[in-house]
């Protein structure tokens, strides 16, 4: 998975809780991600980072929040989990994101919200 | 709107028998066109990326297409064998935003 770790791999949290999700690559690549990916979706874009502490809106981005303090780390929180943030999260990253540059995924993490 | 649909949405074959994935696409213009596998409770991961000006791309048994014109691409794989189960994604890219299909899921079977 291209030097790209996510963790938790699995969590189940309740409705109401926070719940903060990390992603570590050591491939130093500038760009980051957050997707989600539900059956009969395609993988849908919730942030994206272009640099430490720069960070951007994707198209899912209600009721979440990303930080990233260090080239290496990028952190997807829920402030307030709902069931229907219930999914398996992805974490990417890419050098540029132009010509053939190729955007490497995490292994994934699934959330569950009961 | 910018979209990307895949056809068929599964697919189940005889081990050994080839195979054709189809991707139609509307994001224009693009940057560039990428097929990726993903295996079940992973991440995906890529196979084949074209630009606009490249028309087939080959990666050992697997070989995308790609006709600019008629926004098309497909992806072809030969001789499956039973590790080629998996759902395959099309992407599309265009000035760093990526679009992505819903994929199609393949079972091969012995």
């Known amino acids: 998975d291209a030097g790209i770790t996510q963790s938790p791999r699995h969590k189940v949290t309740e409705t109401g809780t926070p719940v903060t999700l990390r992603c570590h690559q050591t491939?130093?690549?500038?760009?980051m991600y957050w997707y989600r990916q539900d059956p009969g979706h395609g993988l849908r874009l919730i942030h994206y980072?272009?640099?430490?502490?720069?960070?951007d809106k994707g198209e899912v981005s209600d009721g979440y929040s990303v930080s990233r303090s260090k080239t290496e780390d990028f952190l997807l929180t829920l402030e307030s989990a709902t069931s229907s943030q219930t999914s398996v999260y992805f974490c990417?990253?890419?050098?540029?994101?132009?010509?053939?540059?190729?955007?490497?995924f995490g292994p994934g993490t699934r959330l569950t919200v009961t | 709107k910018n979209q990307v649909e895949q056809s068929p949405q599964s697919l189940i074959i005889l081990e050994g028998k080839n195979c054709t994935l189809q991707?139609?696409?509307?994001?224009?213009?693009?940057?560039?066109l990428r097929w990726y596998k993903q295996d079940t409770g992973r991440g995906p991961v890529s196979l084949t990326i074209?630009?606009?000006?490249?028309n087939t791309k080959s990666n050992g048994r697997y070989t995308a297409t790609l006709d600019a014109d008629t926004k098309q691409s497909s992806l072809h794989i030969t001789a499956s064998q039973l590790s080629d189960s998996a759902s395959y994604i099309c992407?599309?890219?265009?000035?760093?935003?990526?679009?992505f299909g819903t994929g199609t899921s393949l079972t091969v079977i012995p």
């Open positions: 992407v599309v890219s265009e000035r760093g935003q990526f679009y």
């Open positions: 074209m630009t606009f000006s490249e």
């Open positions: 980072s272009y640099g430490v502490k720069d960070t």
């Open positions: 990417a990253i890419s050098e540029a994101t132009s010509g053939r540059n190729e955007q490497y």
């Open positions: 991707c139609n696409y509307t994001v224009s213009p693009f940057s560039n």
């Open positions: 491939e130093n690549h500038r760009y």
